[in-house]
């Protein structure tokens, strides 16, 4: 059997440990995906009148579903990928990764499938996500077939990256609850970006916080595509960050799994 064949072969067999594994504890998964739904519920229902008319769109509440499920749609992906951390770091501590690295089996299919896993997880919450909004009033006329390729290429790349930085925390993490705090902040940079509010609306003081991180660029891009407005040069700057987190996130997680353990 080729090299190739041999890390297919386990890379598929560690994805199927880890949908298996996800299906039969699903609170993790569900509380992950909740979030997002009931801050898009909060933010439309119970804010959406003041909200649209602060960011221009008067009494209509519709124009307000518009602008913020994209913003939300990335918020899905950054607190899905939080489950990775904390399954890695379950293998870490109770030894499985140990195991893992003694047994006969290709070294990175143990990180493949946790990505590849994960990625499916936020594609489905995604789907999730978008369901809701659409079921509350968002609508997308203005992207075609184009558009809509594009804006689902961008959040599974962005998925991608968060991923691959997740799986990173849950190496380093000592336990299950270290890495889920570790990897709070995928949850915390999408509050402080554009997601609720454009960046303009906000003091001068924040606004290269918001600005200068990886979740603005992307939920401006998603909006570009989805709904028409201006992209400029947030597409480069969105798929600069994502291919920069992959490929830290990456070599990151190599590292630590190959660090031989003390």
């Not at 609850?177 to 990897?183: H, K, L, P, Q, Y």
């Amino acid at each position: 059997m080729s090299a190739l064949s041999l890390a297919v072969r386990d890379s598929s067999t560690m994805l199927r440990r880890n949908l298996l594994h996800a299906r039969r504890y699903p609170s993790l998964t569900l509380n992950l995906l909740l979030t997002p739904v009931m801050l898009l519920l909060l933010f439309v229902y119970i804010f959406g009148d003041v909200m649209s008319a602060g960011i221009g769109g008067g009494s209509d509440r519709s124009e307000y579903i518009a602008y913020i499920v994209p913003g939300i749609l990335m918020m899905t992906i950054g607190g899905t990928t939080i489950g990775s951390a904390v399954s890695v770091a379950t293998d870490m501590n109770e030894g499985l990764i140990a195991r893992f690295r003694t047994m006969a089996i290709h070294r990175g299919s143990v990180l493949i499938g946790h990505v590849v896993g994960s990625v499916l997880q936020c594609i489905a919450g995604v789907v999730l996500v978008g369901a809701v909004a659409v079921a509350i009033g968002f609508r997308s006329t203005d992207a075609k077939a184009l558009e809509w390729l594009a804006a689902f290429g961008l959040l599974t790349l962005f998925a991608l990256a968060l991923t691959w930085i997740a799986v990173g925390m849950g190496l380093i993490s000592p336990n299950a609850e270290a890495a889920g705090n570790n990897a709070l902040p995928l949850i915390f940079l999408p509050l402080i970006s554009s997601t609720f509010v454009p960046v303009d609306a906000m003091p001068g003081w924040f606004r290269p916080i918001a600005e200068y991180q990886p979740f603005t660029p992307a939920i401006e891009t998603l909006r570009g595509l989805l709904l028409g407005t201006e992209i400029g040069n947030n597409g480069w700057i969105a798929i600069a960050w994502c291919i920069g987190l992959t490929v830290l996130g990456y070599r990151w997680s190599t590292a630590s799994f190959n660090r031989d353990p003390k």
